[in-house]
């Protein structure tokens, strides 16, 4: 049987759990803001250590939603869930069934999509349930997303290239990524055919080795990853991975990749900037997923030369982020964050119309 229970969490406007032990069901969804139209966040499968973890995990990504919509201004607010579930051994129908029935009682305040451990072939079984899902694999839908998180990933790394030796070219920089799932390995075949020398870090070993025959990368060891030399570092894995254990490990320039919450605290932003290691913001430079399922609520409906377009100005805003953070020695994260909440506050790219969900 379903339970669904809401939480009082300060600051989020609904966070619900729901439970159903018969279907294998334990999950958490967040809705931090919808100030600028309804929250869509990823839902995650992971099989965290504790509940609370899990619990955490959902509210500090739903947080990062809502600014990275909101520096996107795609007309979106700020949501995130997640079950707590083994993707590779737990995820049942059945299991995305009750959890389409949780998401379907917030009517649309919360949108889910795919996210790490979850497909696009899930979010199709969820939508049987309930139409509050985006990024379906149909013609009037945008599909997988990682495309376009791993092309703004890229034109993340252009600025990070511009900013620190004046050219948006790619040969010959050292670039390490560290997981190669959807994002991480599509990442990895653009800055392949741009000329980038690849360093490589993934926990399966076949992934490992097919990457490093296709792209003439150097494979590292997960424990090596972050003392490796290099110009740029792309965490696309989990969060939580700059922290004082290992920023001090670092021997790389700059800091572009697709992880969300990469900082484990905001004081970490602080240290980057002390170390002269240029950060670029984790919700900027992966927004290109949520920019690309945004698109699919345009009126004129669905179109990827509009994503794809939109999608390239994560350079222009990370340029504009570089440069406050240098004029006024503020950390970059610092700088995302106020822009962020400017535009929450004066309601800057709020959505004019609402969404006819089918």
């Known amino acids: ?36 139209g309804p929250s869509l966040g990823g839902a995650r499968v992971h099989l ?27 007309g979106l607010g700020g949501g995130k869930s997640v079950i707590i579930a083994d993707p590779h051994k737990s995820k049942t129908p059945e299991l995305l069934h009750a959890f389409a029935e949780v998401i379907d009682s917030l009517q649309g305040k ?16 969820i939508k049987q349930r309930t139409p509050y899902v985006a990024a379906l694999a ?26 620190l030796w004046h050219t948006k070219s790619l040969r010959g920089k050292r670039i390490a990524i560290q997981g190669l799932g959807n994002v ?13 020398e690849l360093i490589i870090s993934d926990l399966r070993q076949k992934t490992i080795e097919d ?38 490990q670092l021997r790389c320039r700059a800091i572009a990749g697709s992880t969300n919450n990469a900082l484990s605290d905001e004081e970490q932003g602080k240290v980057l900037l002390e170390r002269n290691i240029l950060y670029a913001p984790d919700y900027i430079i992966n927004s290109g997923g949520i920019i690309n399922a945004a698109a699919e609520f345009e009126s004129e409906g669905y179109n990827p030369r509009f ?19 240098e004029e006024e020695h503020l950390p970059t994260n610092v700088v995302a964050d106020l822009i962020a909440e400017y535009n929450l506050t004066n309601l800057i790219g709020k959505r004019k119309s609402k969404i006819n969900f089918k």
């Open 1 to 36: 049987m379903l339970t669904i229970k809401e939480l009082k969490i300060p600051g989020y406007e609904k966070v619900i759990e729901g439970k159903d032990p018969a279907r294998g069901l334990h999950c958490f969804v967040a809705v931090h803001s919808s100030a600028l």
């Open 48 to 74: 965290y250590p504790t509940t609370e973890d899990a619990l955490q995990d959902a509210l500090r990504l739903a947080k990062a939603m809502t600014y990275k919509s909101a520096v996107a201004q795609d």
């Open 110 to 125: 919360y949108i889910a999509a795919e996210d790490l451990g979850s497909t696009v072939a899930d979010m199709t079984l």
């Open 138 to 163: 149909s013609l009037e839908s945008s599909g997988d997303p990682s495309r376009f998180t791993a092309w703004g990933v890229y034109r993340g790394i252009q600025a990070v290239c511009e900013k």
């Open 184 to 196: 991480g390995s599509k990442l990895a075949n653009i800055l392949f055919w741009e000329g980038a």
């Open 211 to 248: 990457h490093v025959h296709d792209y003439g990368a150097k494979a590292v060891s997960p424990n090596d990853f972050f003392s490796i030399e290099c110009d740029i570092l792309c965490p696309c894995a989990m969060g939580g991975v700059l922290n004082p254990e290992t920023i001090p």
């Open 307 to 325: 994503a794809r377009d939109k999608v390239n100005h994560i350079y222009d805003i990370l340029m504009e982020i570089f440069k406050k953070s």
